[in-house]
């Protein structure tokens, strides 16, 4: 497949080989289910236009935060898993309950980010990290597999165990899994250059960011 130059556009693909999966993610390219697509602007729930940073990391350089490191040691308790991606009851009853931490471009369904079925195969390998407390499903996160890098897709957790920062302890788990599976880079999904909550993923350092014209440059 030859990199379409455009930002604001789309491309349906079945199905997306390990390395071409690193291409897309290294040319600002994100999907959903078949659907792959990148944009350099969007809108906030104040009508304001944002614009849109696609994030990366170096996992050979990432050293955790002190306040990172509180966040692992605070859930020390929980069980952590890395399985498969599903989409079952479980986890949609899940994202209902996180999607009402939010009041605008509040999406539908766990489906609109996971749609296709089997996920973990199409279009790539996807695998999830699953956090458990006393058996209680209470986050997971989808992690999209290339060859070199692993890509975010998705994070949900219970609103009623924020205190945990689950958010972060799933990017933690994510950036160990594949640190352990030998990959180099790790792309968080993206955050914006105004404020927004992904604020929280500029807090893992060192980190990129895509200009849109090709290149990735250190976010300061």
């Known amino acids: 497949m030859e990199l379409p130059p455009f930002i604001n556009d789309a491309e349906i693909l079945p199905a997306a080989s390990p ?14 289910g078949r659907q792959f697509f990148r944009y350099s602007l969007t809108l906030s729930h104040e009508g304001t236009l944002q614009v849109i940073q696609p994030l990366r990391m170096e996992l050979s350089e990432f050293q955790a935060s002190k306040s990172q490191r509180r966040v692992w040691r605070r859930n020390a308790g929980v069980e952590l898993s890395v399985v ?18 939010f009041t605008a471009n509040v999406p539908e369904t766990l489906r609109t980010f996971i749609p296709e079925e089997p996920p ?39 609103p009623e165990e924020s205190w945990r920062s689950l958010g ?9 899994w ?9 792309y968080p999904g993206y955050a914006t250059v105004q404020s927004s909550h992904y604020d929280y993923k500029k807090s893992f350092r060192p980190l990129t960011y895509f200009d849109w014209q090709g290149h990735w440059r250190p976010l300061h």
């Open 84 to 101: 498969p991606a599903t989409v079952d009851a479980e986890r949609e009853e899940l994202f209902f309950r996180h999607r009402s931490r």
């Open 120 to 158: 973990a195969s199409i279009p790539c390998e996807c695998v999830s990290v699953e956090v458990r407390s006393t058996g209680r499903l209470i986050a997971v996160s989808y992690l999209d597999v290339g060859e070199t890098a692993v890509s975010s897709v998705y994070a949900m957790f219970e």
């Open 178 to 186: 594949a640190a352990a599976q030998g990959k180099s880079w790790l």
């Open 19 to 32: 390395a071409l999966m690193d291409r897309l993610w290294a040319a600002g390219w994100r999907h959903f």
């Open 168 to 176: 972060t302890l799933t990017l933690l788990a994510e950036i160990e």
